[in-house]
Nanobody, 123 residues
Framework: QVQLVESGGGLVQAGGSLKLSCAAS????????MAWYRQAPGKERELVAGITRDENTYYADSVKGRFTISRDNAKNTLSLQMNSLNAEDTAMYYC?????????????????WGQGTQVTVSS
């Protein structure tokens, strides 16, 4: 079993930056693809960025050039550096892990989830 715990969320002004972290414990070797999702009130959970074990990445169009996903397999951590934040980035952000090798868009495909960390961007 794998446990994922996010941290790093908070309140930031528009144009500012935040770095989210996800610490994994348990059977981390079973996780291959990892991703960050977000969900705003009244909206569906959406894929923000994903990364495979060999560090191929995916970004949603809305965050390309502003967000950077990275992982440290030795430390069992996943990160999301978020720059140039705007009000549309306000959401609960979730770390997800999958035993599969590909980055998938459907959140139901992911085996493991954290509890989420809130990001609020004030305009």
């Amino acid at each position: 079993q794998v446990q994922l715990v996010e941290s790093g969320g908070g309140l930031v002004q528009a144009g500012g930056s935040l770095k989210l972290s996800c610490a994994a414990s348990g059977s981390f070797f079973s996780i291959n693809a990892m991703a960050w999702y977000r969900q705003a009130p009244g909206k569906e959970r959406e894929l923000v960025a994903g990364i495979t074990r060999d560090e191929n990445t995916y970004y949603a169009d809305s965050v390309k050039g502003r967000f950077t996903i990275s992982r440290d397999n030795a430390k069992n951590t996943l990160s999301l550096q978020m720059n140039s934040l705007n009000a549309e980035d306000t959401a609960m952000y979730y770390c997800a892990g999958d035993s599969g090798y590909e980055i998938r868009n459907d959140p139901h495909e992911y085996d493991y989830w954290g509890q989420g960390t809130q990001v609020t961007v004030s305009s």
